[in-house]
């Protein structure tokens, strides 16, 4: 229950199964381990799954893969719009991302957060390195991987997501619910 001498003074930092200590002295500090499988099942939650495709397999779908090497933002566009369920427009998100690359050169900043609400949303794995790092170094491989996953998953991408909502036969999520006449006076 209480640190023993050698375990270093108390740091307040709770230990748990995904823990790990570093170091062995006053500075020592607790850090986070990256999740097992086992430990996921053990947690109640699923261990991430694998991309549908490669970074590079680029060849999958020859049509995107240049329309993303010549106008990055076309393909952004499409991805934004379905990952933010909508809320965002496709011409809206690609405006954006053109703009934060004119101005600045930094749109990788701008892409990788999409790319990690994606892993987040679908429970896939961060691979092959960090998603800022896959974004910095080869943005137009990132992007096509993320529209072929997205596609994998059954969305026409030129079709957007209220439109994708009502093929598959469902209502998007952005509307809002439909009122029925209650009492009235």
């Known amino acids: 229950m209480y640190p ?26 607790y850090q986070a381990a990256p999740p097992t499988a086992a430990f996921a099942m053990q947690a109640g939650q699923a261990p991430l799954a694998a991309w549908s495709t490669g970074l590079c397999d680029c060849f999958d779908d ?6 993303t090497c010549l106008c990055p933002c076309i393909t952004f566009g499409q991805v934004a719009e379905i990952i933010d369920r909508g809320s965002t427009s496709c011409g809206a ?15 990788c900043v701008y892409s990788c957060f999409y790319r990690a609400k994606m892993r987040a949303h679908y429970g896939l794995q961060e691979s092959p390195c960090a998603d800022c790092c896959i974004h910095w170094c080869c943005e137009p491989c990132a992007l096509c991987q993320e529209y072929r996953e997205l596609k994998k998953r059954g969305f026409d991408m030129n079709l957007g ?15 809002p619910p439909l009122m029925h006449p209650g009492m009235t006076r």
Do not use: V
Request: proline letters at 8%; aromatic letters at 6%.
């Open 4 to 29: 023993k001498p050698e375990d270093g003074p108390a740091t307040g930092f709770p230990m748990s199964a995904g823990t790990a200590r570093t170091g062995g002295g006053p500075g020592a500090y």
């Open 62 to 67: 020859c049509g995107n893969c240049c329309i």
């Open 93 to 107: 998100s690609g405006a954006l991302y053109a703009l934060i690359m004119l101005l600045t050169g930094c749109q």
């Open 161 to 175: 997501w209220h439109a994708n909502m009502e093929r598959q036969g469902r209502t998007p999520a952005t509307m």
